[in-house]
């Protein structure tokens, strides 16, 4: 049969346009791409892009205090939301220009509309034309999801935070995921007084928790209103505020709310569960080790098949997707030892088994310090630092890295370069520190804190 295509591509965001991309460019394939909304998806136009030049944004104003510490006669200044938004959304257009300019230089198709899955080599774009290919890849990637429960409309979530016409005086964060403590902490130190509920006992569930609990008294330190054992009952309008009760006997009214209770899979009225395509509880799409689909021609990476929602990860998924299906060498994705970095300040690096996971397979020891920086001690600040290594006691082999410092995004994939080889603790101890800086520790500490 003669199709249209050899591939079509549902979704533009970062595992989508990868895989696209190098399957016409450098496998020679004919391809054809559909995105109903922004080209660069979640990362670019509204998760880890933005976010971050938030992130640096909100770390000024320690640094004019810390500055001033340092001998500087600088004097604190006034944040200028609508300043930033500007400039924000100006880069955020250009990326997206260069997201289009990649498939275009490619010899991609693009389609700027929905389209959804007839059968297994037919998509229909939402302008009624039908296309047909070899292979379709679902790469829609996730969505924020906020419960229903009374006045749960009024919440925002973290897709409009970027849009706020004002910063709120006063804003309430639902959440103890990463994405919650990250706004958290950005809201915060753009000068927002920031309460966050989580329902849990503790922040940041999954990560090591010394990790995790040094984070959470650091945001309240900082100036987080941190509520654990705390949920949203119900909310009601109060003027242009949202007025909030919650477990705790609190009613509070806020200017914003903003919900990051979790992201679920972007395959609503796909039409991929007609056609055989196996979902998952939250309606993510099953896929086996090469990201193929109980229908052999549907493949899917990236959020949409919930494995692990990181961009990199999108993107490898999408160039082993090309190399198994467009050049005859089948890849599995190898979800292993990833590095991973929450920017919440203090940031937290981290790659490989937390203390807990890696006592519950074997017998370890844990080599832990926490300590006061220079830079930030000199200035006065009271903010602590914690570099964590968990080692198998039989192999000696380092199973996890936990870093919660300042930069620990960078110090992490360095490290993690080493805990993927299978490093020891023994080659930790050869290599020479640099002084003075914080990594430093990594490489010094001799005896064990903790053994398991």
Known sequence: MDFDYDLFVIGGGSGGVRAARVAAGEAGARVALAEEDRYGGTCVIRG???????????EYAGMVEDAQSYGWDIKPGAFDWTSFKGKLHAELDRLENIYRG???????????????????????????????????????GGTPSIAEFPGSDLAISSNEVFHLDALPEKMLIVGGGYIACEFACIMNGLGVEVTQYYRGAQILRGFDEEARGLVSEEM???????????????MSAEGDKVRVKATNGDETVFDKVMFATGRKPNTDGLGLEALGV??????????????????????????????????????????AFV???????????????????IFTQPEMGTVGLSEEEAAEQEEIEVYATSFKPMQQAFAGRSQRVLMKLVVSKATRKVLGCHIVAPGAG??????????????????????????????EELVTMRQPVRRL
């Open 220 to 234: 309240c330190q900082n100036g987080v209103n941190l509520h654990l054992g705390t949920n949203v009952l119900e």
């Open 323 to 341: 190399e198994t299906v467009f050049r005859g060498n089948p890849t599995p994705v190898d979800h292993a030892l990833i590095p991973t970095a």
């Open 48 to 58: 880890c892009v933005p976010k971050k030049l938030m992130v640096f944004a909100s």
């Open 278 to 319: 196996e979902l998952g509880r939250k309606g993510e799409v099953k896929v086996d080790e090469y990201s193929q689909t109980a229908v052999p021609s549907i493949y899917a990476i990236g959020d949409v098949t919930d494995r692990v929602n990181l961009t990199p990860v999108a993107i490898r998924e999408g160039m």
């Open 102 to 140: 990649i498939l275009k230089n490619n010899g991609v198709e693009s389609f700027d509309q929905r389209a959804t899955v007839v059968d297994p080599h037919t998509v229909e774009l939402a302008d009624g034309t039908r296309k047909t290919a070899k292979h379709i890849l679902i790469a829609t």
């Open 410 to 439: 960078e110090m992490i994939q360095l490290a993690g370069i080493a805990v993927k080889m299978g490093a020891t603790k023994e080659d930790f101890d050869r290599t020479v520190a640099v002084h003075p800086t914080m990594s």
